[in-house]
């Protein structure tokens, strides 16, 4: 049975438009949605360390505590929307947020926290991804991320280079 689920999940993300995001692009996504500048940094640690900045990522942490992402994957064969292993409860997480089908959406159709199909977090529209991220934000802080805990307390990264020059 878990045979036939990876092998349809394999085809879902097969068909969806993947698209590796860069900060730059995301800094007005963010911005456009009310997101504090201030917040920026963490945002992009989370989004680095959950899902390696790839929309349509799918997966959770290996036995121990890793994750493959991507191209990064070792089975992947170069395919930018490989499939990882499922959390340790036989959960997976959804797009560029990992946001985990157990508690904020449900696959096939809206459901749970977020009311949303898990697929529609795999797409380059982020506008749905950002609204769920939002609620999870506001109930857990960044803590909601096992990536921002583990690789994000103290150590940010800059988005200088996205911000526009300043004429004096």
């Given at each position: 049975?878990?045979?036939?689920f990876?092998?349809?999940?394999?085809?879902l993300?097969?068909?969806?438009?993947?698209?590796?995001?860069?900060?730059?692009?995301?800094?007005?996504?963010?911005?456009?949605?009310?997101f504090?500048?201030?917040?920026?940094?963490?945002?992009?640690?989370?989004?680095?360390?959950?899902s390696?900045?790839n929309s349509?990522?799918?997966?959770?942490p290996?036995?121990?505590?890793?994750?493959?992402?991507?191209?990064?994957?070792?089975?992947s064969?170069?395919?930018?929307?490989?499939?990882?292993?499922?959390?340790?409860?036989?959960?997976?997480?959804?797009?560029?947020?990992?946001?985990?089908?157990?508690?904020?959406?449900?696959v096939?159709?809206?459901?749970?926290?977020?009311?949303?199909?898990?697929?529609?977090?795999?797409?380059?529209?982020?506008?749905?991804?950002?609204?769920?991220?939002?609620?999870?934000?506001?109930?857990?802080?960044?803590?909601?991320?096992?990536?921002?805990?583990?690789?994000?307390?103290?150590?940010?990264?800059?988005?200088?280079?996205?911000?526009?020059?300043?004429?004096?």
């Amino acid at each position: 049975m878990k045979v036939l689920f990876v092998l349809l999940l394999i085809g879902l993300v097969s068909k969806i438009e993947s698209r590796k995001f860069t900060k730059c692009e995301l800094l007005p996504i963010f911005l456009d949605e009310g997101f504090p500048l201030e917040e920026f940094p963490d945002w992009l640690c989370v989004i680095q360390s959950e899902s390696s900045f790839n929309s349509s990522a799918i997966g959770g942490p290996n036995s121990n505590g890793s994750f493959d992402w991507g191209l990064f994957q070792s089975e992947s064969a170069f395919n930018s929307s490989a499939i990882g292993g499922p959390n340790s409860n036989g959960s997976f997480d959804y797009g560029l947020f990992q946001i985990n089908e157990n508690y904020w959406c449900k696959v096939g159709q809206a459901g749970n926290d977020c009311n949303i199909d898990c697929n529609d977090l795999l797409d380059d529209d982020l506008t749905d991804d950002l609204k769920c991220v939002k609620k999870i934000y506001a109930r857990h802080g960044f803590s909601a991320w096992n990536g921002w805990k583990k690789w994000c307390q103290g150590t940010l990264p800059t988005y200088r280079e996205c911000m526009p020059c300043r004429a004096p």
